[in-house]
């Protein structure tokens, strides 16, 4: 049974079987950044005509095989015909039969396939999330510094000191504005992104671990031991202990005798990495059990506490 392979190159599409390698008269695009974008967001209406035409003339006993997923299922809806994906050693045999090309315009259609790749992939949801929560902190640590800075600061009466404090002052609170208005956004695309893990530790701390894991996959497959420790220092801080990271500043936490806030965090661990599975991978809505059991375990530190 002949096997025809739909092998890319650059900006056009070879047809590889038996015979040698055939490009499409068709290209993606006027341009290169247009056929870039068109192989970046592939849809079967963008697949070249002629590649097409030429393909359907096949026959039917043909196997038609491609190399990637979005052409494979491109290519399948276009010529409603099964195609199945390349196996490795017909992509080297394919490959080995395409024409040598020292084109300039095959490496910048590779370069800009690339960037619209990246492109798509900073538009998701959870990287939207990991910038916001990277930027919030980035802001908190901030106002921080400017207060700080400014509780030290003497303006002595009847200096130019007194008009600077008073421009700093505004720009402090610009600032602190900002900081909240940026807080507010976080904690809606967090609730959106993250519902179980955000009612659970609380819709900025969620986005913070969801930052330290690097994705949402990778936080869905985090077990409770490793999540309690994200964010975490060797030498702790006030406002980092050394058995717990972002889970410190998790909502309640406050409200938990200082001496049981480690075991409070393991206990928050745990419910957190259920949270991080259903939102991953179930996305089921189980944010009123994990919040019943989160105050049952609150309310028993403290009877013990007494």
């Known amino acids: 049974m002949a096997t025809v392979l739909a092998v890319g190159r650059g900006p056009r599409i070879y047809r590889v079987g038996e015979a040698g390698a055939d490009p499409d008269g068709d290209p993606w695009?006027?341009?290169?950044?247009?056929?870039?974008?068109?192989?970046?967001?592939?849809?079967?209406?963008?697949?070249?005509?002629?590649?097409?035409?030429?393909?359907?003339?096949?026959?039917?006993?043909?196997?038609?095989?491609?190399?990637?997923?979005a052409l494979v299922s491109a290519l399948t809806v276009r010529l409603d015909r099964p195609v199945r994906p390349a196996t490795l050693v017909e992509l080297r045999r394919a490959r080995a039969k395409l024409p040598r090309t020292g084109d300039p315009?095959?490496?910048?259609?590779v370069r800009r396939v690339a960037v619209v790749a990246l492109e798509r992939g900073l538009r998701a949801p959870e990287e939207i999330l990991i910038t916001l929560a990277r930027e919030e902190e980035r802001l908190e640590r901030a106002v921080g510094r400017e207060a700080r800075a400014a509780e030290s600061f003497l303006a002595v009466p009847g200096s130019p000191l007194v008009e600077y404090a008073s421009d700093w002052g505004a720009a402090r609170e610009a600032l602190t504005a900002h900081h909240a208005r940026l807080l507010a956004r976080l904690e809606r695309?967090?609730?959106?992104?993250?519902?179980?893990?955000?009612a659970t530790v609380g819709p900025r701390v969620a986005a913070r671990l969801l930052a330290a894991a690097g994705g949402l996959a990778?936080?869905?497959?985090?077990?409770?031991?490793?999540?309690?420790?994200?964010?975490?220092?060797?030498?702790?801080?006030?406002?980092?202990?050394?058995?717990?990271?972002?889970?410190?500043?998790?909502?309640?936490?406050?409200?938990?005798?200082?001496?049981?806030?480690?075991?409070?965090?393991?206990?928050?661990?745990a419910l957190g990495a259920i949270a991080a599975r259903a939102d991953a991978s179930t996305h089921r809505d189980i944010s009123k059990i994990l919040v019943a059991r989160r105050d049952r375990r609150i309310e028993q530190l403290r009877r013990r506490h007494r």
């Not at 192989?39 to 095989?65: F, S, Y």
């Not at 695309?189 to 955000?198: F, T």
Request: aromatic share 4%; charged share 30%.
């Open 105 to 109: 315009s095959d490496l910048e259609f």
């Open 189 to 198: 695309e967090s609730r959106a992104l993250l519902p179980n893990l955000s």
């Open 29 to 69: 695009g006027p341009t290169i950044e247009v056929a870039a974008s068109r192989r970046g967001e592939l849809r079967a209406e963008d697949l070249p005509d002629d590649l097409v035409v030429q393909l359907r003339r096949l026959p039917r006993e043909t196997t038609i095989a491609a190399a990637g997923g």
């Open 218 to 269: 990778a936080l869905g497959r985090m077990r409770a031991p490793r999540l309690q420790l994200l964010g975490s220092r060797r030498r702790p801080s006030a406002d980092r202990g050394p058995r717990f990271g972002v889970l410190f500043r998790a909502e309640r936490m406050d409200e938990v005798p200082f001496g049981r806030r480690g075991a409070y965090a393991r206990s928050l661990a």
